[in-house]
C-alpha cells in the first residue's frame, strides 16, 4: 500500500486504481459480452425522445433552479451582445478616415 496527502492507506489495487486505458479497455469488454448476449440496452428514437422529457419534467419542477438557468442564459447574451459591438466599434473606428484634428493642413504655395 502506498500513502496519499491525507495520511490514509492506499490500495493499488481494483478498478479505481488503474490507468484509464486500462479502465476503458475491461469496460469495452463488458459492453461487448453484454451486447453479444443481448443483455444491452439500445434506446429506439422514441424511447430517448421518452426518457429526456421525463428528465427535463423533473428538473423544471425546482422553479429556483430553472430561473437560476435562465438568467445565467440572458447574462451570457448580453456578454456577448456587448463583446460583438464593442468588435464592430473598433473595426469600424479602425476603417474610419482619421479625425479633423489628425488631418494634415493642405499645402499652399508660397505666393
Do not use: C, W, Y
Amino acid at each position: 500500500m502506498t500513502q496519499n496527502n491525507s495520511e490514509r492507506p492506499k490500495s493499488n489495487r481494483g478498478f479505481a486504481s488503474m490507468d484509464s486505458s486500462k479502465q476503458r479497455e475491461i469496460a469495452s469488454k463488458g459492453g461487448r459480452a453484454a451486447h453479444a448476449q443481448g443483455r444491452a440496452h439500445e434506446f429506439t428514437p422514441d424511447e430517448a425522445r421518452t426518457a429526456g422529457r421525463k428528465g427535463g419534467e423533473v428538473v423544471s419542477r425546482d422553479r429556483a433552479h430553472m430561473a437560476a438557468i435562465g438568467r445565467a442564459g440572458g447574462q451570457a447574451r448580453g456578454r456577448n451582445r456587448a463583446l460583438q459591438a464593442a468588435r464592430e466599434s473598433a473595426t469600424r473606428n479602425e476603417n474610419a478616415a482619421p479625425a479633423s484634428s489628425e488631418r494634415q493642413a493642405p499645402v499652399h504655395p508660397a505666393e
